[in-house]
């Protein structure tokens, strides 16, 4: 008598969702890695001037792709805030489509437009990369940490990156939209401030639990 198949359970809600997460993450992990990696080898080969041609469009929809996230926080598949996911991720549209994508010849050129691709996509990389293994529950310490350290120095410098570009779009415009581009300038300072402070709180929240849970495992050896 053939041996029955054993059956497969379906999939439960939890774990759609966990699979749905880790591929829309992998996939943006890969997507910032071509971003990053197509700036930084063709710096030193071409210089700034070719990196709008070279990484422009797939910065643009990558990023375009993150809409997604403000619905995920909308429907509670993640954690994150609502507020803070929208802030972020409607201030790089902007960036990306009302600044370079309409005034490339103010802004695509720019060393500072290379520097905002290498803060972001840098960013990115870790960032998806670090919710993929932690889907997985195999997150290594030194992932964890480039995760909640290495903000310190690539959000300012993707922020000055993103100001001075918004400068520069904003002189080459003309009235009145010179004026809107004053005015969203004036809106990054309490915006970044937001958003650092919270990078900052969330940090101090994970490596504090960090410790704890090493504490505790020293005592139980």
Known sequence: MAQERAEIPPLTKSEIVKEYLTAYNSVCALLWFSVFGR???LIPITGHESIYEAAGDITKWTQTVAVL????SAFGLVRSPLPMTALQVSSRLFLVWAIVDHFPAATSTSPFYSSMLVAWSATEVVRYSY???NLRGSVSGFM????????YVLYPMGI???CVLVWKAS???GEPWR?????????YVPGSYV???YMIAQRRKVMKGKQTERRNRAITH
Do not use: D, K, P, Q
């Open 144 to 151: 964890t940490w480039l995760r909640y350290n290495m903000f």
């Open 131 to 133: 919710f993929v293994l």
């Open 195 to 197: 958003l650092y402070t």
């Open 171 to 173: 002189e080459a415009a």
């Open 160 to 162: 000055t990156s993103e």
């Open 39 to 41: 700036v930084v080898l």
């Open 69 to 72: 996230e403000i619905l995920h």
């Open 179 to 187: 004026w809107v581009g004053w005015i969203v300038l004036g809106l």
